[in-house]
């Protein structure tokens, strides 16, 4: 396996507290691998991405990249294994300096891992500016003088420069508008195709990640609550917040005994996590034992996995009247 995040945890200390962002999160990815990391605004999917990439430190758990674990290494030993691990920001124009061209941009981490001399660096910055669809001639302007899709197409330019096994893309296209996001969609699954990377897909939006991604890890209040693989993802899903993510879907014309009403419930607080399964007060299916214990992983079939006192050893456990989501969606 390429990356496995091994019972991975991250916590913030603020005035407030300590605000658990990411708890005890156990995830693989594979080379040439499309994992889509879904979940609303808040449930620590930014910063599970980043505590991946090492731009914030994890508290417990382990990173390990080819079975070495990056998550504790200091910055001198861990420089050559950052060359493998890139990021796309949802922000492009914050994400590149907006005093240097896209030409140094891009030069800059070659330059700092030492690859190439500055004529090879030329030669590359230019091939892959071409790869990404940006015209030879605005590697000399500056990120304001680009329009929004040309911005995000040197920003993963900057993140493919030195030839990543991974990329995170946090959000690459919500800052985007309609008509670009398909575009640069598509420039991702293209570049995957050609380079073999893997992607971690960090959206809110479970309809496109259930197009573009091989396995879907569904995320909430810092927990992963079950991952799906995409062709399980629209009938099969299990977690009643899985499904909660689906119904809220526009097009989707499935519905799903009472589980509008649960969107409009409110979000337990990050500083003070409650006992039991976190979505109980938003879950219409919750029993007493939800609030008892934290449900423990169950196996649904290869690649599938949840969290819920609904499933056990594999088959659904239903409580009297309760409707399994998949059933209610047959
Ligand atoms: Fe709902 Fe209970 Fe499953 Fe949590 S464990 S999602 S409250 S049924």
Known sequence: ?????????????????????????????????????????????????????????????????????????????????????????????????????????????????????RADRRQRIDALLEQVGLAAHLADRLPHELSGGQRQRANIARALSIDPDIVVCDEPVSALDVSLQAQVLNLLADLQGQRGMAYLFISHDLAAVGHLADRIAVMYLGQIVEIVPRDKLWRDAAHPYTRLLLESIPSRSVRLSSQSDAAAAELPSPYDLPQGCRFRQRCPHAMPVCAQSDPAQSVLSAGHTVHCHLYGNGAPVLAAGVESAAIVNA
């Open 1 to 117: 396996m390429l990356l496995e995040i091994d019972h991975l945890s991250v916590r913030y200390r603020t005035r407030r507290g300590t605000l658990t962002a990411v708890d005890d999160v156990s995830l693989s990815l594979a080379r040439g691998e499309t994992v889509g990391l879904v979940g609303e605004s808040g449930c620590g999917k930014s910063s599970l991405g980043r505590a991946l990439v090492r731009l914030i430190d994890s508290d417990d758990g382990a990173v390990r990249l080819d079975g070495v674990d990056i998550a504790r290494l200091d910055a001198r030993r861990l420089l050559p294994w950052r060359r493998r691990m890139q990021m796309v920001f949802q922000d492009p124009l914050s994400a590149l300096d907006p005093r240097k061209t896209v030409r140094k941009t891009l030069s800059l981490p070659l330059e700092l891992h030492r690859i190439g001399t």
